[in-house]
């Protein structure tokens, strides 16, 4: 008798449908519960707004080099703009020293050849 049901069994099972109207809340809450968490857990790493620029001496900015010490910060990014027009990556940096206008390494004897050149015409 493969496929009836026992002599306990009346027939009478509740099915998942009966409890639908239980179910979609719960999981929607239960799901809004582990967002609310991820997103708690991701947020005490700090802001992920850039804190402003510090000041700093000349030597704390890494592997770049002063080229230019120029007396206001107008002037400074008139030179970093002449060297960028080059094709010569600079920086204007705002150190403790005042403004200071500075590129990598490899580039440094030819930017102070331009920023000589400019300033000799």
């Known amino acids: 008798m493969a496929g009836r049901l026992g002599p306990d069994h009346n027939g009478l099972m509740p099915a998942w449908s009966t409890y639908s109207y239980a179910f979609g809340p719960l999981v929607a809450v239960l799901a809004i519960g582990v967002f609310v968490l991820v997103l708690r857990w991701s947020s005490k790493k700090g802001s992920l707004v850039a804190a402003p620029a510090r000041k700093g001496a000349e030597g704390e900015y890494g592997l770049l080099v002063v080229v ?13 703009r002449t060297l960028e027009e080059a094709n010569i990556r600079a920086t204007l940096a705002y150190t403790n020293e005042g403004p200071r206008v500075m590129v990598w390494p490899d580039d440094e004897r030819i930017a102070g050849q331009v920023l000589a050149s400019r300033n000799s015409n």
Do not use: T
């Open 68 to 80: 230019s010490r120029p007396p206001d910060y107008i002037s400074g990014e008139i030179q970093r």
